[in-house]
C-alpha cells in the first residue's frame, strides 16, 4: 500500500510538472475560405467562417515537446457552379460545419535564438459541406504535417511558420441515396500534398495577434457506379472531381498564464 501510494504521488507530482511546463491558449478566428473544383463550368464558394482554436504545448527551453489543436469551423457561403444532371448554370448557398483534432511532435533545437522548431503532425479533419437546402456531402481527412517554425518566445516580438500537408487518407460521403440514387457508394479523393503558413506578432505573454493559410489539394476520386428511379435502365458514373479547400484567416489568441 505505501509502495502504491508514494508511486500515486510521484505520477501527481510529474503531472503537475509537466502542466507547469506547458501553456494552454483559445483563439477566436475569422477567415476568408474558398473552395475550387476542377469542372465546366467550374465550381466555386468563397465566403467567411468564423472557428474557435483550442491548443496546447509543451514550453521545453529544448528538445523533444508534445502540442495539441482542436479547431471547430462553421461558415455560409456562396455557390456558383452547376445542376448535376443539367449541367445548366447554379447558385446556391452552402453551409460548413467542421473539427480538427491534431496532434504534433516538435523538437526545439537548442541554442537558437531564434527558436528554430522542427514540426510534426498527425490529425483528423472533419467537416460537412451542406448545398442547401438539402445536398449534404461529409469528408473525412486525416493528414499529416511537416514544417519549420521560427518562435523566440520573447514577451513581445514576432514568430511564425510554414510547412506542407499531406492527406494520405481521404473519404467522402455524398450521401447519394438522399438526392434520389439507389446505392451510396463512398469516394475517395486523392490527397495531394499543399502548403500552410501563419505569422504572428505577440503583443505580451497573453495576447497576440496572427495571420495564416491553411490549405488542401485532392486529385480526381474514383469512379462509382449508381442507379436512379427516376431514370430506368441508365448507370451512373459518380466522380468526385479534383478540388481544391484554401483558408486565409486571421486569429486573436490568449495565451492562459
Known sequence: MKHLVRSAAAALLASWAAAANAGWSASLDLERFRWQEDTNPSVTEVGPRIGLTLEYEQLRAAGWQFAYRGQFRYGTVDYTGSFLFTG?????????????????????????????????????????????????????????????????????????????????YVSENAHLDEIGFDQNPRLEPKGEASPYAQLGYRFSPQWSLIGYYESYRFGESNTVQTTNPAFPGTTFLIFQPASRLEALGLRARYSFP
Open 88 to 168: 445548366g448554370t447554379a447558385t446556391a448557398r452552402v453551409e460548413y460545419t467542421g473539427l480538427v483534432n491534431e496532434a504534433q511532435g516538435i523538437y526545439r533545437f537548442p541554442g537558437s535564438s531564434l527558436g528554430l522548431e522542427l514540426v510534426g503532425g498527425l490529425g483528423w479533419d472533419y467537416w460537412q459541406r451542406n448545398i442547401l437546402p438539402d445536398q449534404k456531402e461529409d469528408y473525412s481527412v486525416l493528414f499529416l504535417r511537416a514544417g519549420l517554425n521560427v518562435d523566440p518566445r520573447a514577451r513581445s516580438g514576432w514568430f511564425g511558420g510554414a510547412g506542407v500537408k499531406f492527406p494520405f
